[in-house]
């Protein structure tokens, strides 16, 4: 039997309690190899994701994987950033006050580490973006053969057909780079997108949590460690008992696609209004 490779991924991140599952779930998955993770805003501000990033790699003992940090402001320079703390707490991580990590991001920006990977296998790096899509329209703007070197985008972003979940409108990765989504979404890439259509039937209940605190896997301790916030945050917002599983079911879709149905069509963001960071799509059903 043929020994398929495993798929490389870059998983660009914004760490976040969720992403920390999505980076456990990329780890232990033998068909997908981690070659790097690329940082962006989004729960935390840009500086506090490169370090949970780094900070994550060694807890999992994997500091082999590079860090590249990413932009600290929007494709437009917009430095009025929304960060969503009050879902992950302040440091991203639950408040554990985790001790800051030994290790460094490299030289290389998140966008310049992006197009030199795209360009070194074309066609076989799947970026795996979790938060507002600046460095991937950084990407394209950076070298014009990004959209087609890079060999798919595997995104969590958009709310198709159904509310956002910052306000009515938007979605919060899109709502947090409505113009760079726009760029990406018309890149002509290969794009897988997850919406909070797909991820909000997605939930890790209190019964499932329970059976996590009895695991004695280093990951299970770690994550039953940072999960109260990203609780409560739920119990009090959506009055659920559980937590929508948003980042780690968009890395399952780059790791076996067929967990989820897709629709084809193209996608456009509105980038102004009161509808800034609206996701469109037109399911080219009609002729
Ligand atoms: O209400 C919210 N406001 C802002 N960000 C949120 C909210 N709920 C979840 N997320 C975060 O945004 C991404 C999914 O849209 C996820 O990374 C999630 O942790």
């Known amino acids: 039997m043929a020994v398929t490779e495993p798929k490389k991924i870059i998983i660009d991140t914004d760490p976040g309690i969720d992403d920390a599952m999505a980076i456990f779930v990329a780890l232990q998955s033998p068909e997908v190899e981690v070659i790097g993770l690329t940082t962006i805003y989004g729960n935390v501000y840009t500086t506090l994701a490169t370090r949970n990033a780094l900070h994550l790699l060694e ?7 590079p ?9 437009t320079k917009g430095t009025k950033l929304r960060i969503a703390d009050f ?3 302040a440091d991203g991580l639950g408040n554990q006050n985790f001790p800051p990590p030994k290790g460094k991001p490299i030289e290389q920006s998140a966008a310049a580490f992006l197009v030199e990977q795209a360009n070194l296998y074309p066609g076989k790096v799947t970026v795996v973006a979790l938060g507002p899509l600046t460095n991937i329209a950084l990407a394209t703007q950076l070298e014009p053969a990004f959209a087609k070197n890079i060999g798919q985008i595997v995104l969590l972003g958009g ?11 938007a979605e919060a990765n899109i709502f947090g780079d409505p113009d760079a989504a726009d760029i990406v ?3 002509g890439a290969d ?11 997605v939930v890790l209940t209190d019964a499932d949590r329970e059976k996590l605190a009895r695991s004695n896997g280093k990951f299970a301790q770690y994550l039953c460690k940072v999960l109260d916030v990203y609780f409560s945050y739920h119990r009090d ?10 980042d780690p079911t968009t890395l399952l879709a780059a790791v076996n696609p067929s967990l989820i149905t897709y629709t084809e069509g193209v996608v456009r963001v509105q980038t102004n209004g009161i509808t800034r960071g609206l996701t469109i799509l037109y399911n ?3 002729r």
Not at 59 to 65: E, K, M, S
Not at 159 to 169: E, T
Not at 237 to 246: D, F, I, P, R, W
């Open 59 to 65: 807890v999992a003992g994997r500091t082999d994987i």
């Open 67 to 75: 860090v590249a940090e990413g932009s600290h402001v929007t494709i």
């Open 87 to 89: 879902v992950h707490g």
């Open 159 to 169: 709310a198709f057909a159904v509310n956002g979940n910052v306000n009515p409108a």
């Open 185 to 187: 979404f018309t890149s």
């Open 191 to 201: 794009i897988l997108g997850v919406g909070i259509n797909v991820t909000h039937q």
């Open 237 to 246: 917002a959506y009055s659920t008992k559980g937590v929508y599983l948003h």
């Open 284 to 286: 080219k059903q009609k």
